[in-house]
């Protein structure tokens, strides 16, 4: 399975984007989906995840209420809705596709995403 994200960028506090994850090479509606990120000097940190059917989704606390996962399953992509925008959400992002619950199976090549002031 091949992952494609895209969409990050430079955005003001307050701000809002949207990532896209494009899969290929696979059965996309057979994985979990999630988004990671990994600021300069820090681990990589889970963000969120969508079940295989979009029916669950999981967030980490600092980003709830701000941020919405969400998938289609008919056109291979998972998004990453960020609004209200803050310094510390800067970050590469990456996009990962989990077959097993215990483990991420594949991983993208992250997006920039920078929060200025």
């Known amino acids: 399975v091949q992952l494609q994200a895209s969409g990050g960028g430079l955005v003001q506090a307050g701000g809002s984007l949207r990532l896209s994850c494009a899969a290929s090479?696979?059965?996309?509606?057979?994985?979990?989906m999630g988004w990671f990120r990994q600021a300069p000097g820090e681990e990589r940190e889970f963000v969120a995840r969508?079940?295989?059917?979009?029916?669950?989704?999981h967030y980490t606390d600092s980003v709830k209420g701000r941020f919405t996962i969400s998938r289609d399953n008919a056109k291979n992509t998972v998004s990453l809705q960020m609004n209200s925008l803050k310094l510390e959400d800067t970050a590469v992002y990456y996009c990962?596709?989990?077959?097993?619950?215990?483990?991420?199976?594949?991983w993208g090549q992250g997006t920039q995403v920078t929060v200025s002031s």
């Open positions: 969508i079940t295989w059917s979009g029916t669950n989704t």
């Open positions: 990962a596709a989990q077959r097993d619950p215990t483990q991420w199976d594949y």
């Open positions: 090479g696979g059965t996309f509606s057979r994985f979990a």
